[in-house]
T-cell receptor
Framework: GQQVMQIPQYQHVQEGEDFTTYCNSSTTLSNIQWYKQRPGGHPVFLIQLVKSGEVKKQKRLTFQFGEAKKNSSLHITATQTTDVGTYFC???????????FGAGTRLFVKA | DGGITQSPKYLFRKEGQNVTLSCEQNLNHDAMYWYRQDPGQGLRLIYY???????QKGDIAEGYSVSREKKESFPLTVTSAQKNPTAFYLC????????????FGPGTRLTVT
């Protein structure tokens, strides 16, 4: 079945360093969503990308959707301790109706 | 105050007992979902429903059952047939089944001993 692969599984950074997580699909996606789950919490929606090559920014977070609509990335500039948590991508296959979640990237930030 | 509620937050059961997890939303969303999350793992879809009185199996439906008698409610029953029921269970909803972001409840941590 369709899979959405996410790498890396874990990332340890020093506060102030940048962080990037990548999401790849074997099939074309009609959209990609990103969620953040704080430790002990529940996933919270961050953003949705729909257009090929789309780039969106939220303060220090930059989200990209690939030209082929098969991959996406989330980049955090100058990480802070408040960025800790697990970041999930979730893709909807073109013509499909079920969103598939990646396994997530867990971010650890050392002060 | 709109949102999704799940109760209880923590639940403890003995092996061999069925247990029902509650999920209620007042967002007027058509679609609702149940996910299972194991420590350090991603979200695995158990069941989903796109409309009242209709629901579909997800990727790991064995040992679980659901009902959708009301738009705002989507309870999940973890049966004794589920071999490894201890997990964090998350309920979510969205306006429709496709194209929209999902809103998650706070989750229920189920421990079966």
């Amino acid at each position: 079945g369709q899979q959405v692969m996410q790498i890396p599984q874990y990332q340890h950074v020093q506060e102030g360093e940048d962080f990037t997580t990548y999401c790849n699909s074997s099939t074309t996606l009609s959209n990609i969503q990103w969620y953040k789950q704080r430790p002990g919490g529940h996933p919270v929606f961050l953003i949705q990308l729909v257009k090929s090559g789309e780039v969106k920014k939220q303060k220090r977070l930059t989200f990209q959707f690939g030209e082929a609509k098969k991959n996406s990335s989330l980049h955090i500039t100058a990480t802070q301790t408040t960025d800790v948590g697990t970041y999930f991508c979730a893709g909807l296959k073109t013509g499909g109706f079920k969103t598939i979640f990646g396994a997530g990237t867990r971010l650890f930030v050392k002060a | 105050d709109g949102g999704i509620t799940q109760s209880p937050k923590y639940l403890f059961r003995k092996e061999g007992q069925n247990v029902t997890l509650s999920c209620e939303q007042n967002l007027n969303h058509d679609a609702m979902y149940w996910y299972r999350q194991d420590p350090g793992q991603g979200l695995r879809l158990i069941y989903y429903s796109q409309i009242v009185n209709d629901f579909q199996k997800g990727d790991i439906a064995e040992g679980y059952s659901v009902s959708r008698e009301k738009k705002e409610s989507f309870p999940l029953t973890v049966t004794s047939a589920q071999k490894n029921p201890t997990a964090f269970y998350l309920c979510a909803s969205s306006p429709r089944l496709d194209r929209y972001e999902q809103y998650f409840g706070p989750g229920t941590r189920l421990t079966v001993t």
